[in-house]
């Protein structure tokens, strides 16, 4: 019971405040860029468009102002304890987790979630063009599989063979190539769509950084503490 | 294999008890809450949790719409 309760504290405290600090880092940054790209969607948004091919039903979405910053910071809470969660399991398959580690971990969990997948799907902007969501999704999942196993393979197995099996698996989604769509493009100006890919991918690696540092900290701290 | 061994000798430590099953426990369960939680915030179709997590879902580039 006791390493239960050092992986879900760690991930609980380590990801709850990398997400809090996700969350107020994406209102400052690519929320305002979402907003402007929303301003270019025709006929008033995806939701309108999407709820009024169906006809009628009016479906809950929050409100502009507080009510939409609100329900953003508790999901990116929320996902920084899930990641939280992957990341201090890895920890237990290690001795020990210096915080300089921390980083290093960090820094694979940005590849593996943001950077590998956006080589294929970069970040997109509403009212951006794309191809079937369902089909994105799977390549999406099947990348960051690969990329994570991966990663792992090149930096723990000491056989040269290994390792070159380790970067064939994360080549291959790449090779194999993301889902796209016919066009590409958006309604969004193109200024502001290269500007929002750097900004997330940015944020994204500041947030994987700060969880990889804070996850080691604790796991070490509660560990001392039995 | 290496990894075949690795495995191997990772199940050999489990059963003589040098890794203790609370271990295996807690890190499934950990994947497992972890994925559930992601996958919920990231991924889940109904509309109501698509639109709550919208701005998230972009920032984080998961596949949204």
């Known amino acids: ?226 | 294999m290496n990894t075949v061994n690795e495995v191997k000798n990772t199940i050999a430590l489990i059963g003589t008890g040098a890794i203790p099953w609370a271990t295996v426990y807690a890190v499934t369960a950990a994947v497992i809450v972890g994925v559930l939680i992601i996958g919920t915030v990231g991924f889940a179709g109904p509309e109501i949790l698509h639109n709550a997590a919208h701005d998230v879902r972009h920032g984080l580039s998961f596949p949204c719409h």
């Open chain 1, 1 to 226: 019971m006791k390493m239960f309760n050092k992986i879900f504290l760690t991930a609980l405290l380590a990801g709850g405040i990398a997400g809090l600090f996700l969350g107020v880092v994406q209102n400052l940054t690519v929320v305002p860029m979402l907003l402007e790209a929303e301003t270019y969607e025709a006929t008033g948004g995806h939701h309108a468009a999407e709820t009024g091919a169906e006809g009628i039903v009016e479906v809950w979405s929050p409100e502009d102002g507080g009510e939409r910053t609100f329900y953003t910071v508790l999901n990116s809470v929320l996902v920084g304890i899930g990641f939280g969660l992957l990341l201090t399991a890895c920890y237990t398959f290690r001795q020990t987790v210096s915080l300089r580690s921390g980083i290093w971990w960090g820094l694979a969990g940005f590849a593996a979630f943001h950077l590998a997948p956006a080589l294929g799907l970069p970040p997109e902007l509403p009212g951006d063009t794309a191809a079937e969501v369902g089909a994105r999704q799977v390549w999406w999942v099947l990348t960051v599989l690969a990329t994570a196993i991966g990663l792992w393979i090149i930096v723990f197995q000491p056989a040269r063979y290994l390792k070159l099996a380790g970067v064939a698996l994360i080549v291959l989604p790449q090779l194999f190539g993301a889902p796209q769509p016919e066009v590409h493009g958006g309604l969004a100006p193109d200024d502001l769509r290269s500007t929002f890919i750097l900004t997330s991918l940015i944020s994204n690696a500041i947030f994987w950084t700060v969880l990889g540092l804070l996850s080691a900290y604790f796991f070490n701290r509660i560990g001392e503490q039995g």
